[in-house]
């Protein structure tokens, strides 16, 4: 054969991805198994091989690899959590670990692999590719803090479920004309605490993004608002700020009124996704199936401006994404 037709067929194999890796990475977040029945579905249709990797980048390390097949994901679209199950990974920020993680795909014959998970994964991702492992990420956090898109899969259930959660907090706030701080997740973002804060008709809104706020005149306002004949006041602190139950502590002292504080805590990470989180994370895995059999690497899945989208990973990780400050002072002149 002629050494240049030769070296086509040969393009064309490398070029064709023929088995899959999946794995969920970092904070899990409802959806996560919608996004994963579609990667193993997808890829299936296609007749390629799908992998799941367990414990995110750890289990990679450990070579906690099994085979996945359409019925090994059956009955998971309604439920929270990740079948995959998942964890942080220091290991996988040294360049060993990342030269580790690379030699197990290839040993296991993954040569595309879909990393559902944060910023700090696609890092892991970004590395990969740059070993020679065709990847792609898809965000899923219930933090909403991924700079290159609009949604994060898992975002929409976390605030529905804040969202109830605090009606309910409210209620009996109402009933003894109380104070209630009600702390939701965020460690370094605030979108959780913004949507409820907008959603539930919060007093007030404390999040990471805004760190000094002033607690002197935040009483002043929780007496003001009682002269204006308000019931209740309601204070959504984002777990970035923190302190929940020493500042109720104070509010109460300073105020005279009764303050209660309520962490709602991990229950916002788990339960069974909503229509949105389903669809969206479904949409994220076909895709992600479809870039790989496209040849693409290094890119990760993100929803802007009302479309679905693919960044290089670089660009994507050098993003910057800030909080509404539209949104920040709506939710101010709606407490009136
Ligand atoms: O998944 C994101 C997040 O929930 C953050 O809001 C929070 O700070 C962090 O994860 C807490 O994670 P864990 O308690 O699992 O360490």
Redesign the pocket.
């Known amino acids: 054969m002629a050494e240049d037709k030769k070296k086509v067929i040969l393009d064309e194999i490398e070029d064709t991805v023929r088995t899959i890796g999946v794995l969920t990475s970092?904070?899990d977040?409802p959806g996560m198994n919608a996004a994963i029945r579609a990667v193993v579905r997808v890829a299936l249709s296609k007749g390629l091989k799908v992998r799941g990797i367990r414990r995110g980048f750890h289990g990679l390390l450990r070579e906690e690899i099994i085979d996945l097949s359409a019925r090994d994901v059956s009955d998971t679209i309604q439920r929270g959590g990740t079948i995959l199950q998942t964890a942080r990974c220091q290991e996988m920020r040294t360049e060993e670990g990342q030269q580790k993680a690379a030699a197990i795909c290839k040993k296991y014959g993954i040569d595309g692999l879909i990393v559902i998970g944060g910023d700090g994964s696609f890092a892991g991702a970004q590395k990969l590719a740059n070993l020679g492992v065709r990847t792609v990420g898809i965000p899923g956090?219930?933090?909403l803090d991924i700079a290159c898109t609009d949604y994060t899969i898992g975002f929409d259930t976390a605030v529905n479920t804040a969202m109830e959660a605090i009606d309910k907090i409210r209620d009996t706030s109402t009933s003894h004309e109380r104070c209630s701080i009600i702390e939701v997740?965020?460690?370094d973002a605030g979108y959780l605490a913004l949507w409820c804060g907008i959603a539930n008709g919060a007093e007030r809104i404390l999040m990471p993004e805004e760190h000094d706020y002033n607690e002197e005149e935040l009483i002043k306002d929780i007496l003001l608002n009682k002269k204006r004949g308000k019931k209740n006041y309601i204070i959504i602190n984002a777990?970035g700020i923190g302190d929940s139950l020493n500042m109720a502590k104070r509010i109460e002292e300073a105020t005279g009124i009764e303050t209660r504080a309520s962490i709602i805590g991990?229950m916002q990470?788990g339960g069974s996704p909503t229509c949105k989180d389903r669809v969206y994370a479904s949409t994220m895995g076909a895709m992600a199936v479809e870039l790989l059999c496209d040849g693409k690497t290094n890119r990760v899945i993100g929803y802007r401006d009302g479309k679905f989208v693919d960044y290089d990973i670089n660009e994507a990780l050098s993003m910057k994404k800030e909080i509404s400050a539209y949104q920040y002072e709506i939710a101010k002149t709606l407490a009136l």
Do not use: K, P, S, V
């Open positions: 970092g904070g977040a956090t219930i933090d997740m965020g460690r777990e991990h990470r």
